[in-house]
């Protein structure tokens, strides 16, 4: 199976030049796909180093194991997101620590193992995986939020709909770094069909699920899909840092 994997990032336009938080990777390691979207918190350099250091991390983590393994070995998978994620946290907690410039600063995560057959997704915060159904124009939110929000809606306050348009869908209630330790979710099935996108807020904030599905069914060329859907966030106010990840089997 041909698989087509990009991610780009942009600041959107109400934060300056130098003010992007989110950082991503996306690329093969032995054949195997790896996505990674991180929002940083803490301020413009606290953000920044936060989501820089947890990716950096989990992805150096994630390549030693899957080098040192062969990637017909899935079972191991699901360890080898858990350590990710537990090294990613420790990097920004550690660094933190050390610097009291950066007390408070912790980012969100959302990350993607794919081997063709199967899809391992693990997620802290509010960045997010869709599997967008290309053939009938639907996107199928994989993780879920650890917002104060989405607590609402579990519990029944609060409708999704309600909560799409709450003042207070932006506070999280589960971030990496902030604590030595950390919980993250882990998702797993058989892939079918369909293209995967990881993001972060600052793009499913903006940009309705069903535009976002049309531009990823319309779009062959992923890099100009994203693109235009960047483009569509900051038409739509473009007020957070807008990241995004498209894996295309």
């Known amino acids: 199976m041909a698989v087509i994997i990009t991610g780009k990032t942009n600041t959107g336009i109400k934060r300056s030049a130098k003010a992007n938080e989110d950082s991503f990777y996306a690329d093969k390691i032995n054949g195997v796909c790896l996505a990674v979207v991180c929002d940083g918190v803490g301020g413009a350099r606290g ?11 989990f992805v ?95 519990s029944g306050v609060m409708t999704k709909e309600q909560a799409e348009k709450s003042p207070n869908k932006n506070i999280i209630t589960r971030v990496l770094g902030h604590d030595d330790v950390v919980n993250a979710d882990l998702y797993v099935s058989k892939y079918e069909s369909g293209i995967f996108l990881l993001c972060s807020d600052g793009l499913h904030d903006y940009v309705g699920a069903g535009d976002i599905a049309r531009y990823i069914s319309h779009y062959d060329d992923i890099d100009h899909c994203i693109d235009e859907l960047i483009t569509k966030a900051n038409d739509n106010g473009g007020g957070d840092n807008i990241t995004a990840v498209i894996i295309k089997p």
Do not use: W
Not at 70 to 95: C, G, H, Q, T, W
Not at 97 to 107: A, I
Not at 114 to 143: C, H, P, W
């Open 47 to 57: 953000g920044n180093i936060a989501s820089s250091l947890a990716v950096k991390s």
């Open 60 to 154: 150096e983590t994630v390549t030693r194991s899957l080098e040192n393994s062969p990637a017909s070995k899935s079972n191991s998978y699901r360890e080898i997101l858990f350590a990710a994620v537990a090294r990613a946290n420790d990097a920004v907690f550690s660094a933190a620590k050390d610097n009291f410039e950066l007390e408070g600063m912790g980012t969100t995560m959302v990350a993607c193992l794919f081997d063709g057959r199967e899809y391992y997704a693990i997620n802290v915060g509010d960045s997010r995986m869709y599997l967008i159904d290309d053939k009938n124009t639907v996107m199928n939110q994989i993780t879920k939020d650890h917002s104060l929000v989405q607590e609402m809606v579990d």
